[in-house]
């Protein structure tokens, strides 16, 4: 079974510019989650995503956004990227996303580096 | 808010010795507890302890749950150089509301095997 899997893998852009990543779950997984490491704050939960929408959401700015689409593919878009946005964005997939049995995989990031 | 403590921070030891690794949290309605080994990509998971399943074993690697105590161990024995890494602790609250989808993730322990 394939694994999750994250697009692109690096990315470098530019304050001020936005940023789309996109990640797919593990197959008949219907729960992404997207989380933010960085040196400094650890692995840090974005939002997460069921069946197209947005049940949980960490704190993070509005600049931060996400969506599910209907193979539970999800994209995370990030806008007016600031220095501190430099990070690697992980996201992770599990069955429901409701605990107990299920477990979260992860994929293997995208190291986003804003200049 | 959700709360998970590592220690050692970092930890140095050579082939052949055991090591323990120690994670304690702060959850509301806690429902399970992820140990993930990260190398140079992402985290991988290890195990999942749950009020039903306090211990877990795989190889040289185990993992323990006191919930009296609200804290889990790791142990790996016999450590290989394979076994450099971080190790993460996260802890799952119960389903619903805030909680779908998220992890909390504790600072993570820097595990160095040298041959």
């Known amino acids: 079974k394939a694994g999750v899997t994250q697009t692109p893998r690096y990315l470098i852009k530019t304050r001020g510019q936005q940023v789309t990543l996109s990640c797919s779950p593990i197959s008949g997984h219907r729960s992404v989650s997207w989380y933010q490491q960085t040196p400094g704050q650890g692995l840090q939960f974005l939002f997460e995503y069921f069946s197209e929408t947005q049940r949980n959401k960490g704190n993070f700015p509005g600049r931060f956004s996400g969506r599910q689409f209907s193979n539970s593919r999800s994209e995370m878009n990030v806008s007016t990227l600031e220095l501190g946005d430099s990070a690697l964005y992980l996201c992770a997939s599990s069955l429901t996303g409701t605990g107990g049995s299920y477990e979260q995989y992860f994929g293997p990031g995208t190291r986003l580096t804003v200049t | 808010e959700d709360k998970v403590v590592q220690s050692p921070l970092s930890l140095v030891v050579h082939e052949g010795d055991t090591v323990t690794l120690n994670c304690s949290y702060e959850v509301t309605n806690f429902r399970s507890l992820l140990w993930y080994k990260q190398e140079k990509k992402a985290p991988t998971f290890l195990f999942m302890l749950t009020s039903s399943g306090i211990e877990k074993k795989s190889g040289r690697l185990s993992s323990i749950l006191d919930k009296k105590e609200l804290s889990s161990i790791l142990n790996i024995t016999a450590t290989q150089t394979g076994d450099s890494a971080i190790y993460l602790c996260?802890?799952?609250?119960?389903?619903?509301?805030?909680?779908?989808?998220?992890?909390?993730f504790g600072q993570g322990t820097i595990l160095t095997v040298h041959p």
């Open positions: 996260a802890v799952e609250p119960s389903a619903g509301g805030t909680s779908y989808g998220k992890l909390t």
